[in-house]
C-alpha cells in the first residue's frame, strides 16, 4: 500500500471528484449520470470516496453566505484571509472590503483566562465549555466565556444565543448589556440583544434576572414559558405559549418561521442573515401580514413567496439590495 | 434494493465520515516509520466500512472504524517486505481511540465557513476564481467557461482540483487538538525489546 498506493488513492478521489463536479452541473445528461452509476458500482472503494468527495462539495454551499450581495460575481472575492493574527498571508493587505468583511469570521480568541466565540453573518455555531454547558450562537453573535473564582460567567457581546446550563455547584451567569441573570442548573434559554437592553426567553428551567437599571432594583425571577424584554426603562415580562417560543428559536433548525409578522418584521428578520439586504421601498406594504417557513440563508425563496401571494414586485437596486415595491394592480 | 444502498450510503456519511480527522490522527500513530501513508489506512478504512451491509447492528460506529482501521493497519504491516522493529512495536503499543467527547467539541459550524475560505483562499488564481464563481456566486461551469474565457474541460479541471483540496482541508481539521500523537516517538525506540515476538 506503500507509495503507489498514494497515487492510486488521488487517481480515485480525482475521478470521485471529477464525478461530484459533473452530476451537479446542470448541463449533465442521462448518459453521464448511467457513467458514473457503473464507476460506482465498480468497487467499495469508489463508493466511499465519491461519498467523501460529495460531503466536501456539499459542505462548500456554505460559502454561499459569504456573497456580499453586490450584482456581479467577483472572482476574486476570496484572494486571501486577513482574520486576526490566524492566518499570515502574502497578499492578505489592502484587499477588496467586501472580502476581509467576510474572512474576519469570528474564531476563537483567547483573551488570558476568557474565551470568545463569534460568528459571522449568515452563520451558526454550538460551543460545549469544559463543563458540558451549551452555547448556540445565532448569525453576528458574540460571547465572551470566563469561568473563573468559582463562576461560570458568560457575556453576550453582539447579536443572539441560546445558553444550557449544566449543572454545576458554580453559579452560570450570563451578562447581556446592563443586566445580570443567573441561570439555574439545567436552565435553556435564549438571549438576544435589542437597540436599548435585550430579550429574555426561557424554554426550561428558571433565571433570576437583575435589569441593573441604576434607579430601580427589580430583580425578577423568570421561569420557564416566560419571555422578557428589559431596557433603560426596566423590565417587563410576559408568558408565552410553547409553540412561539420554538417559532423564535427556529434559526436553531436554520430557519425563520413567521406566523403573522408584518413584511416590515419579516425583512428585518432575513437581513440579520444575509449580506445581500432586502429593503421595502414603499413604506404602504410593509405592514403586510406573512407566515410561512423559510430558510434563513435564502432571501430569495422569501422574496418570491412575497411577490407571488401579494402585489409587491421585486428589483434589485445599485448596491446590491433588493427592493421591494407595490405592484399596480392593472 | 437502491433504497437499502442510499441508506447504507446516508449512514456512512453520518457516521463514518465525520470521524475523518480521528481516524487520521489515529493512523498516523501506526505510521511512524514513514512506510505507510496515514491517509491511505484511512482511504481504505472507509472502503470497507461502507461495504458493511449489517450497518443497522453497529452501536459504535467509531469503535468499529477503529476497528477496521487497525486491521488495515496490520494488513500493511504483513505486506512489508522490510519490518521494522519500531512499526511491530507501536503496533503493540497503540491503544484503541479515545471516543469521549472533547472539552470544546464544536457541533455544528466549527469554524467551517472561515476554514473554508481559507482553503479557497490556498488555490492557485485561476483555480480559485473558477471554484468561487461556482461554489459562492452558483454560476453553471458553462457560464464560467464564457465569462472567463475557457473551455468546460478546463473549467472542470479546475473545480476537480479545488474539490480535492476542500475535501482533503475539511478532512484533516480537527477540533480536539490531541497531542498525544507525538509523545511516544523516542520512547518507542527504547523498548525495542518488547517488540521482538
Not at chain 1, 41 to 56: D, I, K
Not at chain 1, 87 to 103: D, E, I, K, N, T
Not at chain 1, 113 to 119: D, E, G, I, L
Not at chain 2, 33 to 54: M, N, S, Y
Request: charged fraction near 30%; charge should be positive; include cysteine.
Amino acid at each position: 500500500m506503500e507509495r503507489e498506493a498514494g497515487s492510486r488513492r488521488e487517481a480515485v478521489r480525482q475521478a470521485a471528484a471529477l464525478w461530484v463536479v459533473r452530476l451537479d452541473d446542470p448541463s449533465c445528461s442521462d448518459a453521464d449520470r448511467a457513467a458514473f452509476e457503473a464507476w460506482r458500482g465498480e468497487s467499495f472503494e469508489h463508493e466511499a470516496a465519491y461519498e467523501r468527495e460529495a460531503v466536501a462539495w456539499g459542505r462548500l454551499e456554505r460559502l454561499r453566505a459569504l456573497r456580499p450581495g453586490a450584482g456581479k460575481p467577483e472572482p476574486d472575492l476570496l484572494i486571501a484571509a486577513p482574520a486576526r493574527g490566524l492566518r499570515h498571508s502574502p497578499w492578505a493587505r489592502g484587499l477588496a472590503a467586501a472580502a476581509a468583511a467576510a474572512m474576519v469570521v469570528g474564531g476563537v480568541l483567547s483573551l488570558g483566562t476568557s474565551t470568545a466565540y463569534a460568528t459571522a453573518i449568515g452563520e451558526r455555531r454550538v460551543v460545549v465549555l469544559s463543563d458540558n454547558s451549551r452555547i448556540e450562537l445565532n448569525t453576528d453573535s458574540k460571547v465572551v466565556v470566563r469561568y473563573h473564582g468559582g463562576v461560570r460567567e458568560v457575556r453576550l457581546v453582539r447579536g443572539e444565543a441560546v445558553f444550557q446550563a449544566a449543572n454545576d455547584k458554580r453559579p452560570f451567569v450570563i451578562k447581556a448589556a446592563k443586566a445580570v441573570m443567573q441561570a439555574d442548573g439545567s436552565t435553556e434559554m435564549a438571549v438576544r440583544l435589542r437597540a436599548d437592553g435585550a430579550a429574555v426567553t426561557v424554554k426550561r428551567g428558571a433565571v433570576e434576572l437583575d435589569p441593573g437599571a441604576a434607579e430601580r432594583k427589580d430583580e425578577v425571577r423568570l421561569t420557564a414559558g416566560v419571555a422578557a424584554v428589559y431596557g433603560s426603562a426596566g423590565a417587563r415580562a410576559r408568558p408565552i405559549p410553547e409553540s412561539e417560543i420554538d417559532r423564535a428559536l427556529a434559526w436553531r433548525q436554520g430557519a425563520i418561521a413567521l406566523n403573522g409578522q408584518s413584511l416590515e418584521q419579516a425583512v428585518a428578520e432575513f437581513n440579520r442573515y444575509n449580506r445581500q439586504q432586502i429593503r421595502i421601498a414603499d413604506p404602504s406594504i410593509s405592514g403586510l401580514r406573512l407566515a410561512g417557513y423559510f430558510q434563513t440563508t435564502e432571501p430569495t425563496s422569501f422574496v418570491n413567496a412575497v411577490t407571488n401571494a401579494f402585489p409587491v414586485r421585486a428589483a434589485e437596486g445599485a448596491d446590491g439590495a433588493i427592493r421591494l415595491s407595490r405592484r399596480p394592480i392593472s | 434494493m437502491a433504497q437499502e444502498d442510499d441508506d447504507r450510503r446516508a449512514w456512512f456519511r453520518r457516521e463514518i465520515l465525520p470521524l475523518e480527522p480521528d481516524l487520521l490522527a489515529y493512523a498516523r500513530q501506526f505510521c511512524r516509520d514513514g512506510q505507510t501513508d496515514p491517509e491511505d489506512l484511512v482511504h481504505e478504512t472507509f472502503a470497507r466500512a461502507i461495504a458493511c451491509k449489517t450497518w443497522r447492528e453497529i452501536g459504535n460506529p467509531s469503535a468499529f472504524a477503529t476497528r477496521i482501521l487497525r486491521n488495515c493497519a496490520l494488513d500493511a504491516l504483513r505486506r512489508r517486505k522490510v519490518l521494522t522493529i519500531t512499526a511491530v512495536a507501536d503496533f503493540e503499543r497503540i491503544e484503541p481511540l479515545d471516543e469521549t467527547p472533547g472539552a470544546e467539541a464544536m457541533l455544528e459550524s466549527r469554524e467551517e465557513l472561515r476554514a473554508l475560505a481559507e482553503a479557497i483562499a490556498e488555490l492557485p488564481a485561476q483555480c480559485r476564481r473558477v471554484f468561487t464563481l461556482r461554489k459562492v456566486y452558483s454560476l453553471s461551469p458553462d457560464a464560467i467557461a464564457v465569462r472567463l474565457g475557457l473551455s468546460v474541460s478546463t473549467v472542470e479541471k479546475h473545480l476537480v482540483k479545488g474539490l480535492r483540496h476542500c475535501s482533503d482541508r475539511l478532512g484533516r481539521r480537527n477540533g480536539r487538538g490531541k497531542t498525544r500523537v507525538d509523545e511516544g516517538r523516542s520512547w518507542s525506540g527504547k523498548r525495542d525489546h518488547d517488540a521482538k515476538r
